[in-house]
């Protein structure tokens, strides 16, 4: 919902102002289903425990995985993926209709702001020469639309789990077993809006001849610009360190802030 309002000022023959003020209402969006990441609501002490690397051998020479929980050894097909019953699958993820929160998990940013103003001026009086400039905020209130339609497909909600290890004969082993999901799309619960800046200075001159010679400086600001970034990146090289050789995708996964997560994409909000 958008309205405004705008006057124009002559303030004399020479001087003459135009000012405005547009007032957008950036509502809370709604979705039927679907997840956010907060990292706010993530608790280290509430992580699912993973099965481990081990050089332990089965009685076949085939390599297993370690439950850190009971001190037990699993066929290698386990490594990386949750020992059950440990720790809250949901660590982190702020469902839909969640009370206390905005229902969409998005809070909306309330009425915003957009002033206008302008003037064009005779600094001679002669009706030859004449300065202008202006200047306006606009807003995108519904930017991220489309981002926050895609908690929809986050994982809980949707989710594969991947097994790194094994074969075509061990896979169903772990088929029962959750591990670690990506969350494709992570929004701030408080995003600023999508905005940009307009503004213009120009001088015109009537030379003769009907001809107007017009110089003008015409420039546009971003701010609050939408980019992806991942929050729970692995530490570039750490694949590559000689103490982690054994753990391989899993110890590079511990290594992250949030270790019983894969990747987390946010989208975060530029400040230029």
């Known amino acids: ?15 003459t102002l135009d000012y405005g003020m547009r007032y957008s209402w950036a509502l809370a969006q709604k979705l039927q289903a679907g997840n956010n990441f907060a990292p706010s609501l993530y608790k280290a002490s509430d992580a699912p425990v993973l099965y481990q690397s081990t050089t332990k051998k089965d009685a076949n020479g085939l390599a297993q995985s370690f439950d850190p929980t009971t001190n037990t050894y699993w066929p290698a097909a386990y490594l990386g993926l949750f020992v059950p019953n440990t720790g809250n699958l949901k660590n982190g ?5 969640t009370p206390g929160y905005p229902q969409g998990t998005v809070y909306g940013n309330g009425v915003l ?15 030859k020469s004449v300065i202008r400039a202006g200047y306006g905020i606009f807003y995108n209130v519904r930017a991220r639309s489309g981002q926050e339609g895609d908690l929809t497909n986050n994982a809980p909600t949707t989710n594969s789990p991947t097994q790194y290890y094994g074969n075509v004969s061990t896979f169903q082993n772990a088929g029962a077993l959750n591990g670690p999901f ?5 929004i701030p619960l408080r995003s600023p809006i999508v905005s940009t800046m307009n503004m213009s200075l120009g001088i015109q001159q009537d030379i003769g001849g009907g ?21 729970n990146q692995v530490p570039y090289g750490a694949q590559f360190q000689f103490a982690n050789r054994t753990w391989r995708a899993e110890r590079c996964r511990i290594t992250s802030s949030v270790p019983t997560l894969a990747s987390v994409r946010s989208t975060c909000s530029t400040s230029t």
């Open 1 to 15: 919902m958008e309205w405004y309002t705008q006057d124009q000022w002559k303030v004399s023959n020479r001087l």
């Open 93 to 97: 993820i702020l469902n839909v209709d």
């Open 113 to 127: 702001f957009a002033p206008r103003v302008g003037f064009a001026f005779d600094p001679f009086g002669k009706g």
């Open 182 to 186: 990506g969350i494709g799309h992570a």
């Open 211 to 231: 001809v107007v010679l017009d110089v003008a400086y015409v420039g546009t600001l971003g701010r609050h610009l939408s980019n992806f970034t991942p929050i």
